[in-house]
């Protein structure tokens, strides 16, 4: 009896698949080969067998071409999805280095204002990468919300969420999570993407260390250790400028722009400086509404640099009896900022009664 004709097309396929094993088996040594498969998919992939994903490269080269394509659902379309990853990973520098992402595709996973972050480009192994640069630097106690690039992404029930909270998840893993949707996965990955992104390329002295904060809150901080040590109060145009407008830009950042402009309008030193009630009107809410956007600038702040609270008290308690306009913004900044266990001064309508220091 005749042998029956293998199809040109199954030369083709058992061709590329031998050279690709040949190419991987002939790797150094550094791991790879016991990763697991989905260990280097892209949320992008598509048409890849999906059997195959839980096992490790070196059991699936250990099988030739024939026993591969016999597993159900396993045909030529999903083969050639496998060879196309098998020659990403035959590519990778390492298995803890992104295989081509960063080089390729630079602007669509950086954190940059004028860049979407796109989380459909982060894989099993960029993720991991990003994780070891958390663990590495002992920030799994820093929350998200310290260190997002921007709180309006991010869910507020996360924000006091430590990184390490994540860090012992694989990406699969972490999607599998309850109330954890495309958009919050999307936020929390450009957080690690971020830390990274700052972390990544710091060479640091074994005498120096690096801490991650706000941009606003090292260089406040310096200035109210400094000024805390001075004889006399600095004029209430000098306060502003170095701790209302700090803070208000950072509420811009995390909030937007109208709720920064009520912070603002809170803060302002001259006499036309609008009243709650004017605030309503103008945006067209009721004054609660205004209340409840303003006491959100505390919980910014609870957040991004909780450490203020004791730094602006002591320099509103030496200096009590100083100039009632420098003292009376102290005052503003820390009842807005943060209030001592109670809504935001409710009673007040006025500008003066904010800034009064009483």
Known sequence: MARKAVPHDRYRLVGTYERLRKNL??????????????????PTDRRLPIAFLDLSLRDLLAKPLDELMETPGVGHKKMMGFFALLRRIAKADSP???????????????????????????????????????????????????????????????????????????LSKMRRLRTHGEKRISAILEIFCTVHE????????????????????????????????EAKLPPASELHQRIAE??????????????????????????????????????????????????????????????GRWLLLPLATKFRGSNAQAIGLLHGARDLFYPEDRPLLHARSGHKADLSGA
């Open 25 to 42: 088996l002939e790797l150094p040594r550094d791991g790879r080969l016991d990763r697991e498969l989905s260990y280097w998919v892209l």
């Open 96 to 170: 803890d280095e992104p295989f081509g992402l960063v080089k390729a595709e630079p602007a669509a996973i950086e954190s940059d204002s004028k860049v979407s972050f796109d989380a459909t480009l982060v894989s099993e192994a960029l993720w991991s990468t990003w994780c070891e640069t958390v663990v590495r630097n002992g920030l799994q106690e820093q929350k998200l919300g310290r260190l997002a690039p921007s709180l309006q992404a991010l869910p507020t029930v996360i924000w006091h969420t430590p990184l390490g909270d994540y860090t012992g998840l694989s």
């Open 198 to 229: 700052a972390l990544s390329t710091s060479a640091l002295h074994e005498n120096l260390d690096l801490e991650l904060s706000p941009r606003f809150a090292p260089r406040l901080a310096r200035w109210l250790t400094e000024v805390v040590w």
């Open 246 to 307: 700090p803070m208000i830009r950072q509420i811009c950042i995390d909030l937007g722009d109208q709720v920064g402009q009520l912070a603002s309008d809170r803060l302002r030193l001259d006499e036309g400086a609008p009243s709650v009630r004017e605030q309503a009107e103008a945006l067209g809410v009721t004054r609660a509404r205004v209340y409840q956007l303003l006491e959100d600038c505390a919980k910014v702040m609870d957040v991004r640099w909780p450490e």
